[in-house]
């Protein structure tokens, strides 16, 4: 079975083909950091209009990719939320015009579910497992028993992780988007140097606060402004908290639930750091964590097209009367 998959949440177009919601005959990306990069964030308005000029280059590049046509697409999936509503709304009609003229059947995919599962393009990952979304818009922890079937365990009560990065990053004047820029700069840094707070807030508690840290490090460059090597300094410092964190919720998870796997995805699983990190810890307590490839990590079509395919295949079909969501907690339906 051949799945057609658009993803438009945020500030990327993407357009994928799947096979068996497992084989990745194309996988198409169009981002839109230098858009938004001056901004030092995503603009809504901005966003959608750029999903608009994009999706239909984006579509041609995925069925040219995948040397195929629409006729040879079996259904088609599309990100429904949660996410920014002119932004949703734009791979949401293009997939709805697809579905009618192909009379093909739509199925609307939750953006948590498409992160959760990209892995499965990659791997086979026996269930259950935790399942962790660190990315600009999302810090969540669920219990996965089955491609359809997540239980949600705790999720950040204010910034999300990446969101962290990005708003430290731009008050450090290092640009935008943050994650990769503070991991590179913190290379060369000593993440000892400032101990910065880890909010782990309740014992066992398995939400997450990241705003704190940001204000702390904010507070800490206003009383000791920093050279060069101190710059360095303060982003492994920084790094290093939210990664401590991250690496001991999912653990805790893990722990908790009694299962030997874990599964990191969203673009702050990207770092280098934090998968080191928990390949090591889990490692030592006989826990074993699978992470996406980086493009797979952050936000792809490819992810919605496997989610959309175990969707489609357990009968889920949306009518063209299908609305966007901006908010949608996954496994509360
Ligand atoms: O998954 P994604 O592409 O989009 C969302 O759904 O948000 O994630 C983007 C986020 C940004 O906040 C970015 O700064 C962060 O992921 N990120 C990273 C890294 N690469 C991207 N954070 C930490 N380390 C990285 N290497
Ligand atoms: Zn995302």
């Not at 280098?272 to 030592?284: D, F, I, V």
Request: glycine share 10%; proline share 5%; with cysteine.
């Amino acid at each position: 079975m051949i799945v057609l998959a658009i993803e438009s949440s945020c500030d990327d177009t993407g357009a994928a083909l799947i096979e068996d919601g497992k084989r990745i005959l194309s996988n198409i990306l169009s981002s839109q950091d230098e858009v938004h990069k001056r901004y030092g964030g995503v603009v809504p308005e901005l966003a959608s209009r750029r999903h608009l000029e994009n999706i239909v280059p984006v579509l041609r590049g995925a069925l040219d990719e995948a040397h195929t046509s629409l006729d040879e697409v079996d259904g088609v999936a599309v990100t429904r939320g949660p996410g920014l509503v002119g932004s949703l709304l734009v791979g949401i009609m293009t997939a709805k015009a697809i579905a009618h003229a192909k009379a093909l059947p739509l199925v609307g995919v939750n953006h948590l579910m498409g992160h959760l599962l990209a892995i499965f393009a990659e791997q086979e990952v026996p269930f259950p497992f935790i399942g962790m979304v660190a990315s600009g818009g999302h810090t969540s922890l669920y219990l996965a028993e089955g491609f359809t079937a997540f239980r949600p365990l705790g999720s950040t009560r204010d910034d999300a992780a990446g969101e962290a990065f990005d708003k430290v990053a731009k008050y450090l004047g290092l640009g935008y988007p943050g994650g990769m820029v503070i991991e590179h700069l913190a290379r060369s840094g000593d993440p000892k140097a400032v101990s910065f707070p880890r909010a782990y807030l309740a014992k066992d508690s398995l939400d997450f606060s990241f705003s704190g840290i940001k204000t702390a490090v904010v507070n800490y460059v206003r009383a000791h402004p920093p050279s060069d090597d101190g710059m360095a300094d303060i982003a492994a410092s920084f790094q290093e908290a939210v990664v401590d964190v991250l690496v001991d919720k999912v653990i805790w998870a893990a722990q908790h639930h009694k299962v030997d796997r874990v599964v990191v995805s969203g673009g702050v699983a990207s770092n280098s750091h934090l998968r080191e990190r928990l390949q090591h810890e889990g490692e030592e307590l006989s826990i074993q964590a699978h992470f996406p490839s980086p493009f797979l990590c952050r936000d792809n079509a490819a992810m919605i097209g496997v989610a959309g395919y175990h969707l489609l295949n357990e009968g889920k079909r949306d009518g063209l009367d299908m609305s966007a969501l901006s908010r949608w907690p996954l496994g509360k339906d």
